[in-house]
């Protein structure tokens, strides 16, 4: 009996060390290891664990659809543009050129793309201080935390 008991012991022992860590608890392993030596106690409970993006998707998506509805604007605007008196179309004239312009920068920004560019852990509260919170970067890997 003693022998079935140490038996399932190290089977337990064993399938508990084979639980694969998630990233978030990677990340904050590696923030934990950075703190050691710190006299502060950092609290993960309420923190975040999120992506990074060079461009969020969303902010991504909300050009291209701002793109499109410029785009319409500026259609209506150029046609009757031919229908105005000279000082009412040059006044057209230069709403449309300042849209010309936000159109051109939209357009770049539709071309960046989101690209994935690693993980951000956030929220982390310092113990004690009710108003401090922390956020760290990570590399995709989550094996060391970036600037």
């Given at each position: ?59 991504y ?53 989101p ?33």
């Open positions: 009996m003693k022998r079935y008991i140490s038996l399932l012991f190290f089977i337990s022992v064993i399938l508990a060390s084979c639980v694969k860590k998630t990233d978030k608890d990677r990340a904050i392993d590696l923030v934990e290891s950075k703190y050691e030596s710190s006299t502060q106690k950092l609290d993960f409970e309420n923190s975040s664990f999120d992506s990074l993006y060079n461009i969020s998707p969303k902010a998506a909300d050009s291209i659809k701002k793109g499109n509805e410029l785009d319409s604007v500026l259609a209506v605007l150029e046609s009757e543009i031919e229908h105005y008196a000279h000082v009412e179309s040059d006044s057209v004239g230069q709403i449309s050129a300042s849209l010309t312009k936000q159109r051109y920068r939209l357009l770049d920004l539709a071309k960046t793309k690209k994935f560019i690693g993980w951000k852990l956030s929220g982390i509260k310092i113990k004690g201080d009710q108003s401090e919170t922390l956020s760290f970067n990570f590399d995709k890997a989550i094996s060391k935390i970036t600037p």
